[in-house]
């Protein structure tokens, strides 16, 4: 099952996904056709806290719905909404972890730069925006925009100190980021918080894949391309740091929740790696895939 946020009209809604069809099943709307009632939170940050009732009550729903007459009634096509980030605004920053593939440390530095354990830096929540939406260019703050893609967790279950062999118990499922960076602000400060954080630098999406889904997320194809251009392209087997341990370094001593988003590291292949630099530029367009999670498209606006 993927969820995504849409909005069709004024409405704002959490729904299921049919690729297939290209088309969105909004939850409440068809359970009020259904019951006369609606009872799905309406923000994906709900409708995770509340996960394993709403996944039970969702596929009641869909079940119902291909023993109706006409199923495609209750669908509305993707031509008729726009995908939101499936978490619009997050409840906290979202939580990113640096140099997570060594060939990645590497063209950041060199083999001394791949990590002992894992760093970690945050995105602020004002920078997310959806898939097929543009970043800014931000002329005059930074000269040297880059991307970066990754895989997502998000968190499902709430936890402190989860043990690796529990961690993917607390996870609800996967998407996809660009972790757009102004690389000239992540070195003059000394902290990358800044050079991560620019408004509209955090495209999410476009859609989040219930973990059941996916067996092993630790073993998944990503790709990176600018203007069709492949830039990226690894396996998260070449994790440093799986995801079991990512999320069992960050729970230590402080509490994941529902709705935590945590970005994975970016393989090698971001434009500060090449010889001379190739840095995001006006009309640029970038594709993140995922294998089993899908694409995450953005534009880089084309005017200041
Ligand atoms: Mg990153």
Redesign the pocket.
Do not use: R, V
């Given at each position: 099952m993927k969820f995504a946020t849409a909005k069709h009209r004024e409405d704002i809604f959490v729904c299921l996904v049919d690729e297939d069809q290209k088309a969105v099943l909004p939850l409440n709307r068809t359970e009020q056709a259904r019951t006369g009632e609606t009872s799905f939170p309406d923000s994906m940050i709900e409708f995770i806290s509340d996960g394993d009732r709403c996944i039970g009550k969702v596929r009641q729903l869909a079940d119902w719905v291909q023993t109706q007459e006409a199923p495609n009634a209750y669908f509305i096509p993707f031509s008729e909404i726009s995908l939101l980030a499936p978490i619009p605004r997050p409840a906290k920053n979202i939580f990113?972890?640096?140099k997570n593939y060594a060939e990645h440390a590497i063209e950041m530095g060199s083999a001394e730069d791949i990590p002992k354990a894992p760093i970690v830096f945050t995105k602020a929540p004002t920078a997310v925006i959806g898939p097929n939406e543009s970043v800014l260019n931000h002329r005059g703050v930074t000269s040297e925009l880059d991307y970066?893609g990754?895989l997502v967790v998000i968190i499902g279950k709430s936890g402190r100190a989860i043990k690796k062999e529990e961690a993917l118990d607390h996870v609800f499922g996967y998407t996809i980021i660009n972790?757009v960076?102004a690389r000239d602000l992540q070195s003059k400060h000394k902290q990358y918080f800044i050079g991560?954080s620019l408004d509209t630098t955090c495209p999410m999406g476009p859609w989040i894949v219930h973990k059941s889904l996916i067996e092993n997320p630790n073993l998944l194809d990503i790709e990176t391309k600018v203007n069709g251009e492949v830039r990226q392209s690894s396996n998260t087997k070449h994790f440093i740091f799986p995801i079991e341990e990512i999320i069992s370094v960050l729970s230590a001593g402080m509490t994941l929740e529902p709705g935590d988003i945590i970005?994975t590291?970016?393989p090698a292949g971001v434009g500060s790696g090449f010889k001379p630099p190739m840095f995001l530029q006006p009309g640029d367009t970038i594709e993140v895939k995922v294998e089993k999670v899908g694409t995450l498209k953005s534009f880089i606006q084309d005017k200041d």
């Open positions: 990113c972890i640096g970066e990754e972790d960076t991560k970005a590291g970016t």
